[in-house]
Nanobody
Framework: QVQLVESGGGLVQAGGSLRLSCAAS????????MTWYRQAPGKQRELVAN???????NYAESVKGRFTIPRDNAKNTVYLQMNSLKPEDTAVYYC??????????????WGQGTQVTVSS
């Protein structure tokens, strides 16, 4: 069994910073891409940033220059460092990871979501 557990959300004022964490645990043999998505009320889920196993990153235009997505392979963890936050960044943030389990099956897993609220 594989689990993704997120942490780090909360309430912050505009211009502030937050760091989200997403840790994979359980029967993990290896992790390919790791991705952060977000979903604001009444909107579709959108990709925020992702990072490949080779550390190639990709960002949504709306967060470029403000967010970064480092990963710690030794800890099976990906982070989302969010700086210069804006009220429009308010959303539930979800972690996704493509994980190869010890039984050598490859699946996508999702975290439970963490709320980020940016006040103006």
């Amino acid at each position: 069994q594989v689990q993704l557990v997120e942490s780090g959300g909360g309430l912050v004022q505009a211009g502030g910073s937050l760091r989200l964490s997403c840790a994979a645990s359980g029967s993990v043999f290896g992790i390919n891409a790791m991705t952060w998505y977000r979903q604001a009320p009444g909107k579709q889920r959108e990709l925020v940033a992702n990072i490949s196993s080779g550390a190639i990153t990709n960002y949504a235009e709306s967060v470029k220059g403000r967010f970064t997505i480092p990963r710690d392979n030794a800890k099976n963890t990906v982070y989302l460092q969010m700086n210069s936050l804006k009220p429009e960044d308010t959303a539930v943030y979800y972690c996704n990871a493509r994980i190869l389990s010890r039984s050598r099956t490859l699946n996508d897993y999702w975290g439970q979501g963490t709320q980020v609220t940016v006040s103006s």
